[in-house]
């Protein structure tokens, strides 16, 4: 059962909004508001400038997706590319999906010159930090901070 690892694209959108949603719910027990869901995933499609999507596929059937954001780095005059919205559909799980789209993503980081991959992963779960680990990322020394500047739903 091979996967298929290619561009999202808006027929994916119902995939996307549903698996953002389960996502922020397993990793943070957060609902989202589907309204503002909805304009966040088209507003990656609506302006390529801010990332993109990848879905993997197997035997044609959706099973997950990943999201790639670009950060840009002064200190070494490149994007470090964000892998962001990770998620698996429960019954794919440890079948490789996810280690599929993390090869796909650093294959076409490297074609774009993008000086390296970053990701955040919740202080507790260690299952997805051993996954990352395995994959021959390593936790880095900084911390995350941050300051909502609208009321987050």
Known sequence: MSLLIRAA??????????????MAWETEQKRLDS???ERGVRGVFEQPRRGFYLV???????????LVT????DWRCGDFWWIQSVYVSPGARRGGVFRALYADVAQRAVEAAAVGLRLYVETGNRHAQATY??????????WMYESLLKASA
Not at 56 to 66: I, K, P
Not at 133 to 142: I, T
């Open 9 to 22: 694209s808006l027929t994916d959108l119902p995939e996307l909004l549903a698996w953002n949603a389960a």
């Open 70 to 73: 670009y950060e840009w780095s």
């Open 133 to 142: 680990e395995g994959l021959g990322m390593q936790r880095c020394h900084y």
């Open 56 to 66: 993997a596929e197997r035997e044609g059937t959706a099973v997950g997706s990943l």
């Open 35 to 37: 309204a503002v869901l």
